[in-house]
């Protein structure tokens, strides 16, 4: 054999060269020199070949060293945060989501994530805005979208906006390709490098490899695929057929990696033969097609997204890869052990049995929050029985929260604490909401300031907010998200967010010109609790940096000073790091005045429990609506307990309970009305139970002060398992109700059972402007004609309704016209007396 391998097989055997990569080496040497033979002498294959393996190794040896610096950083960054830290628990969880009063000033990678993410979405905004889906989860403009697809490939549509849409995306693909290679990663600089790819395996695998090579491969320009084995192109011009044998091993490894999950779904370990997290992105790897049309034309073979979402599922994933690799390392697996593991030995010197079961315990949620970091927590284990099952959760969000909007009043209250606790003044947040809402200009600056409404972006945003990430068939999914999006609740809940990063954006301005010690409280023990130094907050105070309107306003945005301050010479890991903890900063205070699901909270309730077991599913099911209020819970008590001071504490707490207990009181109050009911009275202690419950997001726990079931029907067990598990409840006690009055010799009353699982179950059916419409004009009516007991059943609903809770219907259940107008008279007495 030829001179280089003999070479390989002397250095393995004297102990110089480590046997698993000189094995690889040979093997690739032995695969070149055969495909090069074919077309020249051996020796001028010999030469080839050899040449092409050892500028392969280079270029990974060189790789390597990036990583593993990279990675040296990290463990010296574990044993300052963590090995320093009074309590090494809570700094492992707070390299994953910062939590308040923990004293840690390492950035979380929750935070980090959703900063880079807000900043490339910002680089898009026209594209986001012309591009989002409507109520149906399509593209707004398709004949746009494709245009621009066309010019992401390199070819000219004629159409000026898309050529400028185009752009944009590309410069948003480059910074976060920059940003990746920055914090460790190897992705090489590509012209016209298109558009990503979305692969659907279950496609791939029901196709099978044959049938998927023939589609793909005739659609792939060769020439800008390089091949890891010889560091060059497949091909050697565009359109140049590629080496069979190479381009069938290529395409086996990638079917290989797809339909496993392999190539972009799981974080590798280190075990052997893995792959850190720099590496999993590398250009050699990515498949590139020949134009627009192979494009489109295999992502409708084999797709999992349309472009839109192709493009805006490429920066949400870098800006995960981003945050995880400079929070964790190029590996974020192995950088969590390390972490965890230095947490492990300052408890055990310590000898302090507490902590070192603090420790245990922190090191199986931080584990589980990387996991759902990663999504690999979501992988199922069973993908039928978790698409059947996430479908059904969706279907259920979309039929039980049309009404959610009306809970919503309560985000005035965090809003207005959050402001407070951060020095926003009185009321600068709530009348920023109003114009937000009320004009498109405000809504323009917000954009112009790198601002752009998440449900733009993310049709999955609003539902999340309460269920949190989620895995489910996309068209599920937008069903969810249409409704969602229909009740209002998208729009509240963006112009909410947009006001309150702009009110801190105004708040952080307003400090220019001081020093940080200067910078008033509390924002100035903020600023430094994230780490923020002197010399650092005298570049983001400087007032030529900041954003200003034309009608005077100052803002300090992150994304816009980042580009103020390149344009004024500032070094460029310099400007981006700034930039990045400025806005992860503003985006964990966000968490408190406009609440979503934290990882925490999520983690505490499902752990790693895969979807497509039993048990995942089942605590999934539990967890359904139940994430929210934990995580606005956890976050108010730690809030709450960070504050200095008995005192402090109490009157924090006091003032929170009883500005949620108000607006929950409105929020009950205004589902009452909506259901065709008067107000309750507010003289009732059950009303107030209720509120105290609905301000903090389980309104429907509140049903139970008055009564011994849910607005749904089911007992206080059956509510606690979840909508899953109420949906099979009410079939089973339709069927076993029938079933019981048949054998009594009664005429089973199917129909009505089946209007009322309709009536419940309906997506839609629950959008707080039609319920009460549909339900007297469809769903009545169907019952009226269905049930020979439904008059006598409302008349008894309505006098239980009448005893439970003081209020008496102004809509009477089966009549097509209300009988008169809400009567707020009910609000100062109960009408039972």
């Known amino acids: ?47 080839m070949a050899a040449e092409d393996v050892k500028k392969s190794v280079a270029r990974a040896a060189t790789s390597r060293r990036h990583t593993v610096l990279a990675q040296l ?56 805005k012309r591009n989002a889906r409507d109520l149906t989860g399509r593209p707004r403009d398709r004949a746009l979208l494709g245009d621009v697809v066309r010019e992401l490939h390199g070819e000219g549509s004629g159409n000026g906006e898309a050529a400028r849409m185009a752009g944009a995306v590309q410069k948003a693909f480059e910074r976060a390709r920059t940003l990746f290679n920055a914090h460790g990663g190897d992705i090489g600089e590509l012209e016209d490098f298109g558009l990503p790819h979305s692969h659907d395996p279950r496609r791939l695998r029901r196709a099978g490899f044959d049938a998927w090579r023939a589609e793909i491969q005739p659609r792939l320009d060769w ?27 290529f395409l086996r490894d990638i079917y290989s990696n797809l339909t496993t999950h392999g190539w972009d779904d799981r974080v590798p370990s280190l075990m052997p033969g893995g792959a850190a997290l720099a590496n999993r992105r590398a250009e050699h790897r990515v498949l590139h097609f020949r134009d627009a049309s192979s494009w489109l034309a295999y992502n409708d073979a084999f797709g999992q997204a349309n472009p839109f979402d192709a493009i805006v599922a490429h920066l949400d994933g870098m800006a995960r890869d981003i945050a995880l690799m400079r929070v964790l390392g190029p590996n974020p697996k192995a950088g969590l052990e390390h972490a965890i593991q230095t947490a492990q030995r300052v408890a055990s010197q310590a000898a302090d049995p507490v902590a070192e079961r603090r420790v245990k315990r922190a090191s199986v949620q931080a584990r589980a929050m990387l996991a759902h970091l990663t999504g690999s927590a979501n992988d199922p284990a069973d993908s039928g029985m978790a698409a059947f099952l996430a479908g059904t959760r969706n279907v ?8 959610a909007l009306l809970s919503a009043p309560t985000d005035l209250w965090t809003q207005h604490m959050a402001a407070r606790a951060v020095g926003i003044g009185h009321g600068k947040v709530f009348a920023r909401f109003v114009s937000l809402m009320a004009s498109g200009s405000t809504r323009e600056t917000a954009a112009r300031m790198g601002y752009i409404a998440d449900t733009l972006a993310d049709t999955g945003s609003t539902a999340a907010r309460y269920l949190g990430d989620v895995w489910s068939p996309e068209i599920t999914e937008r069903l969810a998200s249409g409704v969602m999006r229909a009740s209002g609740l998208a729009r509240w809940t963006d112009m909410n967010r947009l006001a309150f990063q702009m009110e801190f954006a105004g708040l952080l301005a307003e400090q220019a ?33 900041h954003f200003r309107t034309d009608a005077g306003e100052t803002f300090l945005a992150p994304m816009h000073w980042r580009e103020a301050a390149l344009a004024a010479g500032l070094e460029n890991a310099e400007a981006e790091g700034l930039a990045i903890r400025l806005q992860a900063l503003i985006e964990e205070q966000m968490e408190f005045a406009v609440p979503s699901v934290s990882l925490d909270a999520r983690t505490s309730l499902i752990g790693e429990a895969p979807p497509g077991t039993i048990y995942g599913e089942l605590i999934r099911s539990t967890a359904m609506y ?21 005192m402090n504490r109490a009157l924090y707490a006091a003032q929170l309970m009883a500005g949620l207990t108000l607006l929950g009181g409105v929020s009950v109050q205004l589902k009452e009305v909506a259901k065709g009911r008067d107000p309750r009275p507010m003289d009732d202690p059950a009303f107030w139970g209720a509120a105290v419950f609905q301000g903090g997001g389980l309104g429907i726990f509140g049903d139970f002060f008055s009564a011994s079931t849910s607005r749904a029907g089911g007992g ?27 054998a009594q010799g009664k005429a089973p009353l199917i129909g009505r059972d089946a209007v009322n699982l309709a009536r419940r179950y309906t997506p839609g059916s629950s959008l707080w402007y039609g319920r009460l419409a549909l339900d007297r004009l469809v769903w009545d009516q169907l019952q009226d004609m269905l049930d020979p007991e439904a008059r006598t059943l409302w008349r008894r609903q309505e006098r239980k309704a009448l005893r439970d809770r003081g209020n008496a219907a102004w809509w009477r259940k089966g009549e097509t016209a209300p009988d008169r107008a809400p009567s707020f008279s009910s609000l100062a007495g109960d009408a039972r007396r």
Request: overall charge neutral; proline content about 5%; hydrophobic content about 40%.
């Open 513 to 545: 010109g001081r020093t940080l010690d200067q910078v008033d409280e509390p924002l100035r023990s903020i600023l430094r609790g994230r780490g923020f130094d002197d010399a650092e907050w005298t570049r983001l105070a400087d007032p030529a940096l």
């Open 223 to 249: 020439s800008r695929i390089i091949d890891h084995q010889t560091d060059r192109p497949f091909a050697s011009s565009r359109g140049a057929p590629p080496d069979a044998a190479a381009a069938d091993r």
């Open 1 to 47: 054999m030829a001179d280089l391998f003999d070479c390989l097989q002397s250095a393995m055997d004297a102990g110089l060269v480590d046997p698993q990569r000189g094995t690889a080496a040979q093997r690739d040497y032995q695969d070149l020199f055969e495909r090069y033979r074919r077309h020249a002498p051996d020796a001028a294959a010999a030469a």
């Open 73 to 128: 950083q990290r463990m010296r960054a574990n044993q300052h945060f963590v090995g320093q830290a009074e309590r090494p628990d809570l700094a492992v969880k707070s390299l994953l989501e910062r939590g308040e009063g923990r004293g840690h000033a390492q950035e979380a990678v929750r935070s980090t994530r959703d900063a880079i993410s807000r900043q490339l979405r910002g680089m898009i905004p026209e594209f986001l």
């Open 716 to 742: 206080f067990a059956e509510t606690l398992a979840g909508p899953v598990v109420g949906l099979g409840a009410d079939v089973a006690r339709a069927v076993a109700s029938n079933a019981d009055r048949a």
């Open 396 to 403: 259920l969000t979309a039929a039980q929260l049309g009404s």
């Open 626 to 646: 139940k994430n929210f209020a934990l995580s606005l819970t956890l976050n108010q008590v730690r809030r709450t307990m960070a504050r200095p001071g008995a």
